[in-house]
């Protein structure tokens, strides 16, 4: 990444009433969005981190979004208060560029340590339906006009995390409108990851086509991206040749591992 070629990381985030419900793996109990908007804030924390030059600045290498859907709509969950998107919305206004993404987050106290800041930038919230396919129709106009103004970037990733079945529209066309989108680097990249309450039947990262009983789950893998091998060679677990983005049932610990190789930073 660099300030000429910028990276491009969309965090696509289910904000459903069932997001409120215990993820799996975790003895505390803690909700699917509690656990998600920590992960996420590791994340941002993490591409801030590779976005520093020599001198410790800050550098504009990477430019990040973060939408939410719910019962609320389709919002923006980087600006205070968040705000309400639609296919007319101004990238300029949604996209938050590394140099500046530490002037929208919310500094606490660590919970180890008083004295030791933590900043966050994602708001757990669990409201409503699951209207995935505005929140793609979204997705899909932001990410073009983006790629029109890089056209020589590594394509934008999309990480998408739910744990329940669109029920408002059939997001299918415009899933497959955004995998067409592309950068002279490639196609954009759309990685799934699905949460649950149990993960006795996970399926994480397959390289050839599972077994997997749910509808929904068979269209979650059928439009998620094969990793591409610069991003699969970076990964700090093992991953076959082929493998796509992709997690059935995820948990507490698969959350952590989706977030830790899925983004561009470490290998450009």
Known sequence: MSSRYPGCVLLLIDQSASMGNPIAGDSAGTSRATALAAAADQLLDELVQRCLDKSGRVM????????????????????????????GSDPAGVFVSTAVLDSYAETTAAAHDPLAPARHWIRPL??????M?????????????WVAAHPDSFPPVVLHITD??????DPTDQVTELTRLRTSDGAVLLFNL?????????IEYPSR????????????????????????????????????????NGGAA??????????????I
């Open 60 to 87: 504009p290498w990477c430019d990040i979004a973060a939408i939410g859907y719910g019962g609320h709509g389709v919002r923006s969950m980087l600006q205070r208060p968040s705000r309400e998107l639609d296919a």
């Open 126 to 131: 669990s409201d409503g339906i699951t209207p």
């Open 133 to 145: 396919s505005e929140a793609f129709t979204v997705t899909v106009a932001l990410v073009r006009r």
């Open 164 to 169: 329940a079945q669109f029920n408002t529209a």
């Open 194 to 202: 699905h949460m649950s309450g149990n993960t006795a039947d996970m």
């Open 209 to 248: 086509p599972p077994r997997i009983e749910d509808e929904f789950g068979r269209w979650l893998y059928a439009v998620s991206s094969t990793i591409p091998p610069q991003l699969a060679e970076s990964s700090l677990f093992p991953l076959e040749p082929g493998a796509r983005g992709f997690v059935l």
């Open 254 to 267: 698969s959350l952590l591992r989706f977030f830790m190789w899925g983004t561009p930073g470490r290998v």
